[in-house]
């Protein structure tokens, strides 16, 4: 199966560059590790692919790098990829951070994991990308019992133009096969889906002119121009406006795993837990065993005593591990498919950590939330808050 491919499109040093943009949970850094071994073993490249993620797994940012080069092009950078061939992001979410489209341009081709595009709206218009491209991978996922990341590794082979589905099984079987035998043929669907389902944006009304896949196979050798060509400045390389030396002090980051009120919610992969009240006896288990403060206890009175009252998720913690609901043991916490909920009827915003729950919801990749060790020295010195 092994077969030389020649590379579409190259940077001034020979390589074709891809970055996955994407959170704890949903497979990038597999991901990544397949496409390495893909580029090596059976497309005839030289490649190279790394990650970089945090210490906690499920629900910090993760980003993956992969290099493609031609097999005279030795690859000798190991740097982080800051302008890919192709840019991969894993959960529409992730979007609300401008910065995952940092360093794309004209030469990049962008997948987004997305239902119906709407999260890419704001984005219309603002810069010019190779192309853009759609694929529901959530949906595909739980339809074949697979992950994110095959459906998503199947429409990158697709939109790159030189990978056959043929190896991508291969790859998929050497990976996934020996280790999860019985996970192998809804891994396999997966990625056929993810192949044939991804769409350009333009068939969802949106994207950017309609654009489709640059067709430059048969450009051997190409070059992306993007040596020494002055590139349109997106608004993700734009300066932050809170960074190190201007960032309120006791300011937080509230940014996706940077601290106690990150956003989990792109890192749940279709699954959540659902509370029915009626059920529950306020036992405390889940709360003890929730690693991220989703449920909120409230003073109040069950069967005529005084307790502290189990009042509702905030979900905007919540990463979809579900050992809440292993751990119930009335069943008042059971597992539903997100999609089917699209209301969350015991939504309840983290009551302690934030006086106002809207400043944290609504705070976009460049605000922050003050804190209360902040702002209660400001009332002992008398300061208004
Ligand atoms: S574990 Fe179940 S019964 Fe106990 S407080 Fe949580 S939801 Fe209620
Ligand atoms: S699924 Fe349950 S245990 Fe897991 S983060 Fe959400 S609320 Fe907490």
């Not at 950078?77 to 951070?97: E, G, M, Q």
């Not at 044939?196 to 944006?201: D, G, I, K, L, Y």
């Not at 597992?335 to 983290?350: L, T």
């Not at 302690?352 to 209660?376: C, F, H, M, Q, W």
Request: with cysteine; net charge negative.
């Amino acid at each position: 199966m092994e077969k030389n491919v020649t590379l579409p499109i190259t940077d001034e040093n020979g390589y074709y560059e891809i970055r996955l943009e994407s959170i704890g949970g949903l497979g990038a850094n597999l991901c990544g590790k397949m496409l390495g071994e893909l580029g090596l073993k059976y497309l005839g490249l030289n490649s190279a692919s790394f990650s970089s993620y945090g210490s906690e797994k499920t629900g910090t940012p993760v980003k993956g790098f992969i290099r493609y080069s031609a097999p005279g092009v030795d690859i000798r950078i190991h740097s982080p990829i800051k302008k890919p061939h192709l840019l991969a992001v894993f959960h529409s979410a992730l979007l609300s951070d401008a910065s995952v489209l940092e360093g794309c341009g004209s030469y990049t081709n962008i997948i987004i994991n997305t239902v119906n595009g709407k999260e890419w709206e704001g984005f219309k218009g603002q810069q010019d990308y190779g192309g853009v491209y759609f694929v529901d991978a959530q949906k595909i996922a739980i339809e074949t019992k697979s992950r994110v990341n095959v459906v998503m590794l199947g429409a990158m082979a697709k939109v790159m133009g030189f990978v056959e589905l043929e190896a991508l099984n291969a790859i998929c079987e050497a990976a996934l096969g020996r280790k999860y035998p019985a996970a192998l043929s809804g891994n396999l669907e997966g990625i056929r889906r993810g192949f044939e389902e991804v769409r350009a944006a333009c068939e969802y009304g949106g994207g950017q002119g309609g654009e489709e896949r640059q067709d430059v196979k048969g450009e051997e050798g190409a070059k992306d121009g993007r040596a020494g060509k002055s590139q349109k400045k997106s608004g993700s390389e734009d300066v932050p406006t809170w960074g190190y030396e201007t960032a309120p002090i006791g300011g937080i980051n509230p940014n996706y795993g940077n601290c106690v009120v990150n956003d989990l919610s792109p890192s749940r992969q279709g699954y959540f837990p659902i509370f029915i009240p009626e059920k529950c006896i306020n036992c405390g288990l889940c709360d003890t065993t929730c690693p991220d403060m989703v449920f909120q206890f409230q003073k109040g009175e069950f069967k005529g005593r005084e307790m502290m009252i189990n009042k509702g998720l905030d979900y905007y913690h919540c990463k979809g591990c579900l050992r809440c609901v292993d751990v119930c043991p009335v069943q008042a916490l059971v597992s539903g498919v997100e999609a089917e909920h699209p209301r969350k009827e015991y939504f309840m915003p983290n009551q302690d950590l934030i006086r106002n729950p809207l400043n944290y919801e609504k705070a976009g990749p460049d605000g922050y939330v003050t804190s209360e060790s902040y702002l209660t020295g400001r009332r002992m010195k008398g300061g208004e808050v």
